[in-house]
């Protein structure tokens, strides 16, 4: 296949990706969870010009603007405001099309000063599938459109970052400043995305620094003048929130989300409902809260959320405000115990994503060789190595090492060249096997996607994201006389922790808890809890004008006699008590 059918090919590809990402996202099923529901929180935050109270050291804001813009935009309320968001989503999903398309552009264009002479296996069209396809494969598997989430667009920012890097390397003069200035711009939107970024940005300058010395032969004062162009449009863009952030905090802070994952996944200090009391939960941390959770009742826990006057469920709407002065102590015993947890799940994900690798293997094999002389690829191949090591020091989820095996993979392919007694094959074997792995993932969304649409067919859920179960309870809030700015209360894992979009979505606020951390038979638990109805009026005393959790409904009956009063709603597994009258 000659270069001129192989752009037909990509041009067709990324056209076929519009309506097929469209599809897909209109029959991705209902997928939220508390992370979305608070990024939700924070865009009517800033959708209301109440910017304060959006400063958040957990979530951060570039996210929520998206959304924010998405209700203006298409004039959402509660009951439809997740179809603009998968609208988002699919939106950024094209921003992550176009910076796999700068980074392998920034890719090919480094090849080219730095081994001009090279005979390259794959050319910028080949490669650009190639990073398509393991865009496409990772859409449907860890960055699904349904997910309300702020992953795939720090994907996006993360691709564009490192290949406008790539470009600075690349290019000479004053255009070369440019690109390190647009770099720095970038990652800043990527700092707004998510906190880890700011590392990012320091390591990604520091590369820029010293291959610019290294290995472009620049003069050094040059390559410091455009570190500087660099961190200065950084700044631009990420200094105001980091400012904001260390005013609010009364430190210097780039935001906590990296320092708070180290203290519960690596010291090991509780998560939720930490009380100053709790010496035997702190883990290896050291444990002044500022602000803790107002305790009513230590047997059962009975937690008031009033002091916080934003967020659906207050306890992960900010976890910075109610986990203020943990400090966590290195503890190498309790790191290494964290590491090799990491190293089997680094092994699951690689399983997980064997199309890839098997690629790798059979171009080795038949056509292509690894040349590593050209240098070209140690920024890419090295920033997603070190990105992948930072996480895995904490904790490793596929969303968020996604970005970093990808930069590997596209760097590892980059350097591959021909083998001259294998001329004939290299020629035409490698666009042969990349157009079949870029189609693949393809066919695998579309199927997919149908799959989706016959499922919700069958039980009748339409639009995809109204479900039942949720909007079912939202509803019977509603017709118990609930209104939108009404107090209420929860009990147990599934109602407060896992899945608490129903309260959202009825527009009502939780200001208190009784601690269940059983998501299952929750009416025995409420049987047997000592002091029970004091727990209900303490609820009743912060303003709770319900209680609502999560039942089976073949238990809410007679054998279970704390189960009286309790209302269903709808034909849901949720269930509410009312604790005040009627209004």
């Given amino acids: 296949m000659n270069a001129s059918a192989i752009r037909k090919v990509l041009w067709i590809y990324l056209l076929l990706l519009v309506p097929l990402a469209w599809f897909s ?76 398309l700068l980074l392998v552009h920034g890719l090919v264009s480094l090849r080219k000063r730095l081994a001009p002479a090279m005979e390259s296996l794959l050319s910028f069209d080949l490669l650009s599938l190639f990073g398509l396809s393991l865009l496409v494969i990772a859409t449907t598997r860890e960055l699904s459109l349904d997910k309300v989430r702020t992953d795939s667009l720090l994907q996006a920012l993360i691709f564009g970052g490192v290949g406008l890097l790539l470009e600075a ?3 000479e003069g004053s255009v070369a400043f440019v690109y390190a200035g647009l770099m720095g711009l970038t990652l800043g939107f990527a700092y707004l995305t998510k ?35 660099a961190l200065v449009l950084f700044g631009v863009v990420a200094g105001p929130y980091i400012a904001a952030l260390s005013r609010q905090h009364h430190r210097f802070d780039f935001g906590d989300s990296g320092s708070l994952n180290y203290i519960w996944y690596v010291s090991g200090t509780e998560k939720m409902h930490l009380q100053q009391r709790m010496t035997d939960s702190f883990g290896s941390a050291t ?36 986990n203020d002065h943990i400090t966590a102590k290195f503890s190498l015993s309790r790191l290494m115990a964290r590491d090799e947890r990491n190293v089997v799940l680094i092994f699951r994900y ?10 790798l293997l059979v171009l080795l094999l038949t056509c292509g060789r690894l040349n590593w002389r050209g240098r070209y690829a140690w920024p890419i191949v090295g920033l997603g190595i070190l990105i992948w090591a930072i996480y895995s020091l904490v904790n490793v989820e596929e969303r968020y090492v996604t970005a970093a095996y990808l930069l590997i993979l596209i760097g590892l392919f980059g350097v591959f060249e021909r083998r001259e007694r294998y001329e004939r094959a290299s020629l035409i074997v ?26 919700l067919s069958i039980i009748g859920q339409v639009p995809a994201w109204r479900d039942a179960q949720i ?9 118990m006389g609930l209104k939108p700015g009404d107090s209420i209360a929860c009990i147990g894992m599934t109602a407060c922790v896992n899945d608490f979009y129903w309260a959202r979505a009825a527009g009502v606020r939780i200001v208190g808890e009784i601690y269940a951390p059983e998501s299952k038979h929750l009416a025995t638990q409420l049987d047997t809890m000592p002091y029970r109805q004091q727990a209900l009026d303490a609820l009743r005393s912060q303003g709770a004008k319900v209680i609502v959790g999560a039942f089976d409904p073949g238990e809410m009956n007679t054998n279970h006699p704390a189960t009286e009063g309790w209302q269903r709603l709808g034909e849901t597994r949720y269930y509410a008590l009312r ?5």
Wanted: proline content about 6%; hydrophobic content about 50%; some cysteine.
């Fill in 471 to 479: 909007f079912g309870a939202a509803e019977g809030l509603q017709a």
């Fill in 579 to 583: 604790l005040s009258p009627k209004s």
């Fill in 195 to 229: 906190s880890f970024a700011f590392l990012l940005a320091l390591l990604c300058v520091a590369t820029l620094v010293a291959f610019s010395v290294l290995f472009c032969k620049r003069r050094i004062p040059v390559a410091l003048a455009q570190s500087v162009v």
């Fill in 430 to 455: 490698p666009s042969a096997i990349l157009l079949l792995f870029a189609l693949l993932p393809l066919g695998a969304m579309a199927r997919q996607a149908a799959e989706n649409r016959r499922q």
């Fill in 350 to 359: 690689l399983f997980n994503h064997p199309e890839p690798l098997i690629l």
């Fill in 169 to 171: 390397l690349a290019s």
């Fill in 25 to 100: 996202a209109q029959y991705d099923g209902y997928a939220i969870d508390g992370d979305a529901v608070a990024y939700m929180d924070l865009a009517d935050l800033i959708r209301g010009h109440n910017l304060h109270a959006a400063v958040n050291g957990y979530w951060h804001p570039l996210y929520p603007a998206f959304l924010a813009a998405a209700q203006t935009i298409f004039h959402t309320n509660r009951w439809n405001e997740l179809g603009a968001y998968y609208a988002v989503n699919v939106f950024i999903f094209f921003l992550e099309v176009g910076s796999v």
């Fill in 287 to 322: 444990v002044e809260l500022k602000h803790p959770e107002q305790e009513l009742m230590r047997t059962p826990g009975v937690y008031s959320y009033t002091q916080m006057q934003h967020g659906t469920y207050p306890p992960w709407f900010d976890p910075t405000y109610w």
